[in-house]
């Protein structure tokens, strides 16, 4: 097929693009800043210059595709503003769809979260599950379902909506706190560690999304795809440092004190437009349970993650330690 990936300079965004392309797909890639891309053009990507706020560069970025993901989007930065969060992941998304319809594609697949489902209060969730999102990045997501949802409606043009759970891999570094610190014997374990915690290894996430694509039965429907294995945390960072070689860490300190002070950080530093040293969404991390049920992607699309959390959790602190990172 020949098709069309947006936040392609980023980490899912890059893998996707380069895994399409090495699968045989003529891949076009639409990209802010064209000084990244040098991985992308090796692996055979065409690269255009466009972003999800600007219909005429999405307009002609579609030209001739038959499908396109849509990866981009604007994750939590401090000092933003609502509206351009839902510049990007909500009417962008719409924008997006408009353009691949006139261009004459014939599928979109639209990145979500599981995030949209917040803190899951009856693991495992699936996509039934009650929408909860807990801050903009979330908000702005579901925002994205919907608009995404309703343009495809009008435009006739089929639509996928995609929620991957925590992705990690090599080139992920916002997992590299956890698989990192503890590794290093750094890590501190806030609370008992019992909360759920289900990870998605991201070449497994590229071959749910060309599914996606590709699977008749997948137009109009919504998929959550996560890894194949749920753990608590506590038995993620066990399985960590065995991989890593070290001791599990052994220190284990209170939630609600970094929660108060997560607040009062952000308190300060958000008048000021900076990024607080700790903040609460950090804290919620050992507190809010996410497991998910990919049972309907199983089923409907044959989507069967091959990684185990073992082999994956290597991979990535073998790259890690490439960069001299651990």
Request: hydrophobic share 45%; charged share 20%; glycine share 12%.
């Amino acid at each position: 097929m020949k098709v069309l990936v947006t936040g392609a300079t980023g980490f899912t965004g890059g893998h996707l693009a380069r895994r399409l392309a090495a699968a045989g797909d003529t891949v076009r890639a639409v990209v802010r800043r064209p000084d990244q891309v040098a991985s992308l053009r090796d692996a055979g990507v065409e690269v255009v210059v466009g972003n999800l706020t600007d219909a005429e560069s999405l307009r002609r970025a579609c030209e001739g595709v038959e499908v396109v993901y849509n990866i981009a989007a604007l994750y939590r930065t401090a000092g933003l503003p609502g509206s351009a969060y839902r510049a990007v992941n909500a009417e962008g998304v719409a924008t997006l769809v408009r353009a691949a319809a006139g261009a004459g594609a014939r599928r979109v697949v639209q990145c979500s979260t599981v995030g949209v489902h917040g803190d899951v209060e009856h693991p495992p969730a699936n996509e039934d599950a009650p929408l909860r999102p807990g801050d903009i990045y979330q908000e702005t997501k579901v925002e994205g379902e919907v608009l995404g949802t309703a343009a495809a409606a009008e435009t006739g043009i089929e639509l996928v909506i995609a929620r991957p759970s925590g992705i990690y891999g090599p080139g992920d570094r916002r997992l590299l706190k956890l698989f990192g610190g503890v590794a290093r014997g750094r890590f501190i374990l806030l609370g008992d560690g019992k909360i759920f915690y289900h990870l998605t290894y991201v070449d497994d996430l590229c071959d749910g999304f060309r599914l996606c694509a590709t699977h008749p039965n997948a137009a109009g429907r919504t998929y959550i795809l996560a890894g194949g294995e749920v753990t608590t945390l506590k038995e993620l960072i066990a399985i960590t440092a065995d991989v890593a070689g070290v001791a599990p860490p052994r220190l284990r300190l209170p939630v609600w004190p970094f929660w108060l002070a997560g607040a009062a950080c952000e308190a300060i530093c958000a008048p000021l437009g900076i990024a607080p040293p700790l903040y609460r969404r950090r804290v919620d991390f050992f507190t809010k349970s996410r497991a998910f049920d990919i049972s309907r992607a199983r089923a409907e699309l044959g989507f069967a993650p091959a990684v185990g959390l073992r082999e994956g959790i290597g991979r990535t602190l073998e790259w890690y330690r490439g960069q001299h990172w651990i």
